[in-house]
Structure formats: structure tokens, C-alpha cells
């Protein structure tokens, strides 16, 4: 068997989907021709392209059963984990965001066509929610893990993700699929009709779909629960024990957490409607007119417990005053049964002291005194009062949001065969939120002073009159808009010949504006809500852009040079906000044989700091943390060193600690270097066998992110690291408890990360089908990101977040499968290494997913699957807490359908 040049381009290029790899019986390689590939802008034989590409194409997402592009892409070992996903419920808001070498959503480029998608999250985040772009409509999907921001300007850090819709259809095809997974919840479907028309000097593409996702429960899972110190009566914390009311109101028993899992879902809901329609049109024999529209409404849903009330969010009960007289009296009885032991405790120092003196004080015998610990009388060691409304229902977040765009063009061939693109979008999304059943603290405030004429009805629960009185559902709106047009010219420079060819050139210029505003309702931004308080967002930025792109066929066909191809890549762009920046690339191919390629890139890539990171008003949040002074058992490290403003006994309200996060006008641009080096082997005396092995090193200086919370907490209450303790801000008058943690984005240094990605893909031909077998994996060498501020280096490497991120040493997908005349069936397997969370030991973990499909004529074809065949359930990675990145469904079964008319 003879491998074509064809077949050697797909593998150097690579693809998800093995069957894409064939090689053709006993027959010459065809010419190949030259197509544009994500990563430049200048026409090429696949072969020579200098960074890696991943191609994702329409038969592989069809095979997966997915409904959404994003749960395909995440299962790339390449791709990061510090997106946002379904399983995101505590923040997520319904959206879907996916990222390269965990370099976060805003560092990864997201393309439809070559062209930039508005962005479409919500508070005006510089990231592209992935569930706007169809399924259906999509022809292949393009990933670029390279340095490209000389290509395709600013944001393009770790690489580009090009989603290449489909342009010609010819008839009608219906497509439906449905999922339900064996644990209940989690149901979903979708269905499209896809339509077009083909004619001799033009085509028309369109497609209506519509799905639909159910939520999955706390309930839904065995494996989920989740127990928190704030319950429906109120519990009371003092420096002389902790104390649950009980159901009457008046009476103290022993302390016990509250389930407030079975008040939660674990993923959210969704619900969505799309309209994609394209086109284009000969204008003469040189010139086409296209044209691009699509609309997506999408609402999505997610439920969290009662919102949680307690000293440190602004729960500022008086125990003198808003207690009944019953629970008053047993304080004092309990904090009177502290005293006495504190005072025989007392009495035997004393007495100790007294015969350690008598026989002559010697050193290191002194006895130790007794702490007063509990304060001078029951009002002084009174700590908390945390409750949770229960009764007046969970808070139901809904997100409603229409994200749409128009786009247009010209392009056209010279008579010399040079070519040229002029383009015009306009990209909006708009959304309004809505949180039901929040609470009003300004109206509590009016409670409490006796304004409000209510009875201080709180122990043993918020009495209805008074959830009434404070209850209100929170609005708020976001916009982002885009608009952006651009010429380019491209072509060979016949005048600079090499002895491979000719000078490919291409250069072009591009303009862009960006605006976006996020209105918080007055509640929010006054800060009346118990919520996250939250300041009005508004900012805009235009950029001007000019680029240049050069391709020198150095050697083609040589002795020991089967072909030496550079490129070279050049841009210039001119920000509103901080003024202009330039980038470069440059790149080799060098194949000594047909079989064997080396390629190797180095660029220099900036990401100017988007509208969100610059202009985002002051916000609130409140992480889950861990109060390193806690001296309950929640705090397995034990309580730190640097814990001397605390009180004895002291215990965190909650796992929740208030952070202040938000735009930061001081930010600078940052800049990144990105390195890469490969090679792809196609050996000749093995037929379709390509082993790739590439190896990345991207630099990241004035990295933009937010700060590690967690290790900020660590570094000041552990360490003792003094510019650490700055952002953090105690009260003696809630407890001594964290209220305010400063979070907002910083340009905190540097960001070093280095890894290999390795993709073996070999297809084995029979008499009856053919086996395709593929196995991919990254290993990541290294991941550190250095804090000036704090002056520390973290090393992420093995280190698996609580509730997302995971930057384990191995990911891997590895596939099979059988290919017969009209049906096929396989199986994937998933695989997360080992780490350590913040908490304990996560183990590794793999997943099963089967596929199979039968082509039951020419236009029928029906499909199913198991994802999570195993039904692993997902590790925790704190006893109370997992990671996103895993499989909260379980086992999940699905199935589809399409016909073509």
C-alpha cells in the first residue's frame, strides 16, 4: 500500500477522528490542494504548517452524542480545565467557556469562520460562550495550540479554536437526539432541521434547532451532600459552645450542621433556540458575495439553598435584644458552667504556682495558665447567630439571554492569481438576569432598629412576616457589542522565487470596536442585598490593526530536504486604551524524507486587558475558603501561626469568606513568548501509522488574573507574609471573622508552563472494515506562576482545584473503532492523572464512553451511546466539594437520529 500525500497531510495536521485518516490501494499521490489553515492567512499544502492543529470534523461530533461543541472539546488532553460548564452551578450561569493548556477562556481565541464571535458572558466578560454556536451548522472545528496573536491579533495567548461552519447544502435533513442518565436527572434532546440549496453560482445553508437540558440534583446523587453550620432555626456560636435551636424557638440543643444539599442542583438547566443561516453568490467568475446571520435565545437555570445569613455577610443580630428571654437565660447557664471549670482550672494554677515556687521555680516546670477563653459574661463570648430562610424558598437564578450576528463580504481572484477578502460583522448579545427570593439588608437593618413594627422573630426560624417584608427578586441586564471589518490581500510574489517555489504573501488590515455595559440592580450596587454587592459596569475600546505574513518554500524535493518551508508573521495593533503593541512569529518545516517532518514556531503574542478586567466596578463574592485561623475540624491543617488577633476557640462562619473582585484600571497589557517543536512520523513500511510528538513552552509576563485566594489566607495567617495580610480585613465586631478579602485582577507576574502533546493514529484494513485506533496525551512538565506581591512561586503541577481546575502530570483519550460497510461501533476512554487538592489526595480517574451507528439507507442513520459506561462517580476533593472537571452525570445513555430528504 502506497501512502498518499493526502494521507501524510491529515496526520501531520491531526484529527480527532481517525476515520479521516485513510490512505489510498496502489495508486500515485495526488497533487494537494492549497487550502487556508488556521494558524495563517497565506494558502498552503497542509504539510507546512509550522504549530500543531487538531481537526475536530463534523463525523466525530455526530459519533459523540453531544449537544453542546465544548463537552467534545474538553475531552482534548490539550484543552485546559479552568473553563466554565454545566456543572458550574454556583456562579456558572448557564455558560460554557473552554480554554487551552489551562491558560484560562480569555487567553484562547475563539473563531467562526477565521472571524472573532462577540463575546457572550454575563458581566461582560472577555470569553465566548460556546453553547451559541449550533452543532448542526458545523463542518469542523480547527485547534491551534500555538502562539498566534501575529495572525490574528490580541487574545490568541494560548492558542486559537476555529469553528469552520458548514456553506452548501443541498435538501432537507431532520436530525433528533435524546439522553437520559441511569441516576435520574439530566434528561436532554435537541432537534434540528438543516436546509440549503445548491445552484450553479451560488449556495444557501440554514438550520433551526432547538434543545433542551433538565438539572441534576444534590438528591439526584448519592455520592452529593453537602452540610452547612446555617439551618432553618438559627444556630448560635459562642466562645462557651456551639448551639441548634430547636423547632420551638426557645430551646438549645447540641450544635448540628443543616443539609442544605437537598436544596441544590448540582448541574443547571438549559433551554435554547437557534437560527443559522449562510450564503454565497457569484458576482462574476472572480468575485463572490457571502453573507452569515445566526440568532441563539438561550435561558438557563440554576437553584442554590436559602441565602445564608450571619455576622460576617451583615447579619447583625443584638443577642441582648433580639433573643428570646428563654435562650438568653441558657447562654448565661452555659457560659456560667464555662466559668466554673475556668475557675477550678484557675485554682489549681494557683496552687501549682504556688508549690512550683516553693520548690524553688526551676526552669522549664513553670505551670501554664488557664485562658479565659470565654469571655467576661455570656454577652462578651456570644460569637454568631446564623440562620437560613429555608421557608422562603431557594434562590433560583434564570438567565435569558439572545446573542446574535450578522456578517458579509467580498472576496475575489486577480487575473495575476493573487487574492483578495473584505469583511464586515456586527455581533450583540444581550441578557437579563433574575434571582429570586433575595433578601433586602437595609430592610433587615429597619427590622432590627424596631423601624419595621415586626417582632424579633428569628430563633427557631424567620417568622413569615418578616421573610415578607425583606423578600424581593433581583434584575439585573448586560450587553456586549462587536463590530469589526477587515481587508486582505494575498498571493505569490513571482519576482522572489526559492528553489521550492515562490514567496507566499499575505498582509491586510482590521478595525475593531468593543463595548460592553452590566447593570446590577440597585439593590446590588448599594449593597442592601445579602448577595454579592456589585457596581454598575460600562467601558469601550477600539483597536486599529496592520499585518503582514510571509512564506519562503525554501528546498521542496531536495537531497535530504524533502522540504524546508519558513514563516514569517508580523502585526501592529493600536489600542485606545494603552496605545499600540507589535507581535511576531516565526516558523519551520524541515522534512528531510517524506516520512519524517520537524516543525518548530516561535512568537511573541499580548492579550490587552478586556472591558470586564478594566472597567468592571467594584463586586462582591464569596469563596469557598478556609479560614486558616478556624479551629474546628473543617480546618484539618490546624489553626496557623499568625492567628494572635483571633480569639481562642475561634471557628469560621461558614466556608464562605466575602472577597472583594472587580475591574482594575491600572492593569497593563500582558505579553507571552511561545515556543514549540515537533515532529510527525509517517513511516512508509507501515501502512497509516503518524506518531506526533510536539513539545510547548508559552511565558507569560504581567499575567492578568486573579489572585489565589486560598494561598493569599495561607500566606498571611500561616506565613506570616506581611503583603499578603493586606488583603484581608477582620472585624472584632462580626467575630473577629474575614469580611472583606481583596481579589480584583492583577498583573501578578509571571505564568511559565511547558508540556507534550503525543498522537498516535494507525488504521488497520480488512476484507469486512477497518480498525481505527488513535491515542492521545499531554504531559504537563510544568505549570508556576510567580506573585510579586506576595514574592512566592506556585507550582500547580499535580494540583487539582476544589471545585475546578486540574493540572494533573497526565491526560490522555484513547479510541477504537470498527468501521464495516454500513454500520460502525467503538469505545473511548478518558483518563485524568493523580493530584493533590488543597484537602487530601485525588486519585486518578478514567472514563468509558461506546458509540455506535448503523447507515440504514443513504439518507437514514441512527446512533447511540454510553457515556461513563462504569458510572464512576467523581472524587471529592475536600469531603464536601468536587472538582467540575469530572463527570457528574454518571452513566449516560443517548441516542439519535437523522434523515435526509
Not at 459574661?377 to 440562620?387: A, K, M, T
Not at 487574492?419 to 460583522?425: K, L, N, R, T
Not at 507571552?672 to 510536539?694: C, Q, Y
Request: glycine share 10%.
Amino acid at each position: 500500500m502506497i501512502k498518499t500525500k493526502l494521507s501524510i497531510a491529515i496526520a501531520a495536521v491531526g484529527t480527532i477522528a481517525a476515520t479521516s485518516i485513510s490512505a489510498q490501494e496502489n495508486v500515485p499521490g495526488p497533487a494537494v490542494e492549497e487550502v487556508i489553515v488556521t494558524g495563517s492567512r497565506i494558502a498552503r499544502d497542509p504539510l507546512s504548517t509550522t504549530g500543531p492543529i487538531t481537526i475536530v470534523d463534523s463525523e466525530a461530533i455526530s459519533r459523540s452524542g453531544v449537544g453542546t461543541i465544548d463537552e467534545l472539546l474538553n475531552q482534548l488532553p490539550s484543552m485546559g480545565t479552568t473553563g466554565i460548564n454545566a456543572n458550574d452551578n454556583n456562579g456558572g450561569q448557564g455558560l460554557a467557556f473552554v480554554d487551552l493548556r489551562n491558560l484560562g477562556s480569555a487567553r484562547t481565541l475563539v473563531l467562526v469562520n477565521g472571524r472573532r464571535f462577540v463575546s457572550s458572558a454575563s458581566g461582560v466578560s472577555s470569553a465566548v460562550d460556546m453553547n451559541n454556536i449550533p452543532v448542526e451548522m458545523i463542518d469542523r472545528i480547527e485547534v491551534l495550540t500555538d502562539g498566534a496573536s501575529a495572525v490574528y491579533g490580541s487574545d490568541a495567548v494560548a492558542g486559537v479554536i476555529n469553528v469552520v461552519m458548514r456553506d452548501s447544502f443541498d435538501g432537507l435533513r431532520i436530525n433528533a437526539r435524546a439522553g437520559a442518565t441511569s441516576d435520574g436527572g439530566g434528561e436532554n434532546g435537541d432537534i434540528s432541521f438543516t436546509f440549503g440549496s445548491e445552484g450553479e453560482r451560488g449556495s444557501f445553508i440554514a438550520n433551526i434547532s432547538h434543545s433542551q437540558r433538565d438539572e441534576i440534583t444534590y438528591n439526584d446523587r448519592d455520592w452529593a451532600g453537602l452540610t452547612s453550620s446555617m439551618g432553618p432555626n438559627g444556630n448560635i456560636f459562642t466562645n462557651y459552645g456551639a448551639f441548634s435551636i430547636q423547632e420551638d424557638g426557645v430551646t438549645l440543643g447540641k450544635y448540628a450542621g443543616y443539609d442544605i444539599g437537598q436544596h441544590m442542583w448540582l448541574s443547571g438547566a438549559m433551554e435554547r433556540t437557534s437560527a443559522t443561516a449562510s450564503g454565497k453568490y457569484s458576482i462574476t467568475n472572480s468575485v463572490e458575495l457571502w453573507g452569515e446571520a445566526s440568532l441563539t435565545t438561550k435561558t438557563t437555570n440554576q437553584q442554590l439553598a436559602a441565602q445564608p445569613m450571619y455576622a460576617g455577610n451583615g447579619f447583625s443580630l443584638n443577642p441582648e435584644t433580639h433573643l428570646p428571654e428563654a435562650i438568653k437565660s441558657q447562654l448565661q447557664d452555659a457560659w456560667q458552667q464555662a466559668d466554673d471549670a475556668y475557675q477550678i482550672e484557675l485554682a489549681a494554677y494557683n496552687a501549682a504556682v504556688a508549690e512550683w515556687e516553693a520548690q524553688g521555680s526551676p526552669d522549664g516546670l513553670e505551670p501554664t495558665a488557664p485562658i479565659a477563653s470565654h469571655g467576661t459574661d455570656w454577652v462578651d463570648g456570644f460569637s454568631d447567630f446564623r440562620i437560613r430562610p429555608v421557608d422562603g424558598g431557594t434562590r433560583s437564578y434564570e438567565q435569558t439571554t439572545d446573542t446574535y450576528r450578522l456578517a458579509t463580504g467580498l472576496s475575489g481572484d486577480f487575473s495575476n492569481g493573487w487574492s483578495w477578502d473584505a469583511f464586515v460583522s456586527y455581533g450583540k448579545n444581550k441578557g437579563e438576569n433574575v434571582t429570586l427570593n433575595s433578601y433586602n439588608k437595609s430592610l433587615l437593618e429597619k427590622v432590627f432598629s424596631g423601624e419595621a413594627e415586626l417582632d424579633y422573630d428569628f430563633a427557631g426560624g424567620i417568622s413569615s412576616e418578616i421573610m415578607d417584608y425583606i423578600r424581593y427578586d433581583d434584575f439585573e441586564d448586560n450587553s456586549y457589542e462587536l463590530f469589526n471589518l477587515g481587508a486582505s490581500l494575498s498571493g505569490d510574489i513571482e519576482a522572489i522565487e526559492f528553489q521550492g517555489g515562490t514567496l507566499g504573501f499575505a498582509a491586510g488590515v482590521e478595525y475593531r470596536e468593543e463595548s460592553g455595559e452590566f447593570n446590577p440592580s440597585p439593590e446590588t450596587q448599594s449593597g442592601a442585598t445579602f448577595g454579592n454587592k456589585q457596581d454598575a459596569t460600562g467601558g469601550e475600546y477600539d483597536v486599529t490593526e496592520v499585518f503582514a505574513e510571509f512564506n519562503l518554500p525554501i528546498l521542496q524535493g531536495a537531497k535530504f530536504a524533502e522540504e524546508l518551508t519558513a514563516d514569517v508573521a508580523v502585526r501592529y495593533s493600536d489600542f485606545s486604551t494603552f496605545g499600540g503593541q507589535s507581535t511576531g512569529k516565526v516558523g519551520l518545516v524541515y522534512a528531510p524524507v517524506e516520512d519524517v517532518r520537524f516543525r518548530t514556531s516561535y512568537s511573541t503574542s499580548f492579550r490587552a486587558p478586556g472591558i470586564y478586567e478594566l472597567f468592571s466596578g467594584s463586586a462582591q463574592s464569596y469563596e469557598y475558603l478556609i479560614d486558616p485561623c478556624d479551629t474546628s475540624d473543617n480546618n484539618e491543617e490546624g489553626q496557623g501561626a499568625n492567628c494572635g488577633m483571633v480569639g481562642a476557640g475561634f471557628t469560621q462562619a461558614g466556608n464562605q469568606v466575602p472577597t472583594n473582585i472587580g475591574g482594575n484600571q491600572e492593569l497593563t497589557p500582558e505579553e507571552a513568548k511561545t515556543f514549540t517543536a515537533g515532529i510527525v512520523w509517517t513511516p512508509s513500511f507501515v501502512d497509516d501509522l503518524s506518531i506526533t510528538l510536539d513539545y510547548y513552552d508559552i511565558s507569560i509576563e504581567d499575567a492578568i488574573t486573579s489572585p489565589d485566594l486560598q494561598r493569599i489566607l495561607d500566606d498571611c495567617f500561616r506565613k506570616g507574609i506581611e503583603s499578603a495580610c493586606v488583603s484581608v480585613t477582620r472585624d472584632p465586631a462580626s467575630g473577629d471573622q474575614i469580611v472583606a478579602l481583596e481579589g480584583a485582577k492583577m498583573n501578578i507576574g509571571q505564568i511559565d508552563t511547558r508540556g507534550v502533546d503525543i498522537d498516535i493514529v494507525q488504521n488497520l484494513h480488512f476484507d469486512n472494515g477497518r480498525l481505527g485506533l488513535r491515542a492521545q496525551a499531554t504531559r504537563l512538565l510544568e505549570f508556576n506562576e510567580f506573585n510579586e506581591h506576595s514574592g512566592t512561586e506556585t507550582d500547580y503541577v499535580e494540583y487539582i482545584g476544589t471545585t475546578s481546575d486540574i493540572y494533573v502530570k497526565w491526560r490522555g483519550l484513547a479510541s477504537a473503532t470498527w468501521y464495516g460497510n454500513d454500520w460502525d461501533m467503538g469505545a473511548e476512554m478518558q483518563y485524568f492523572d493523580d493530584g493533590q487538592s488543597p484537602y487530601m489526595p485525588v486519585k486518578s480517574m478514567t472514563y468509558l464512553n461506546l458509540r455506535a451507528g448503523w447507515d440504514i439507507n443513504e439518507g437514514t442513520r441512527i446512533s447511540a451511546g454510553i457515556d461513563n459506561a462504569a458510572n464512576k462517580d467523581p472524587h471529592t476533593t475536600s469531603g464536601s466539594d468536587w472538582n467540575s472537571s469530572y463527570d457528574f452525570q454518571g452513566r449516560y445513555f443517548w441516542a439519535g437520529a437523522s434523515y435526509q430528504f
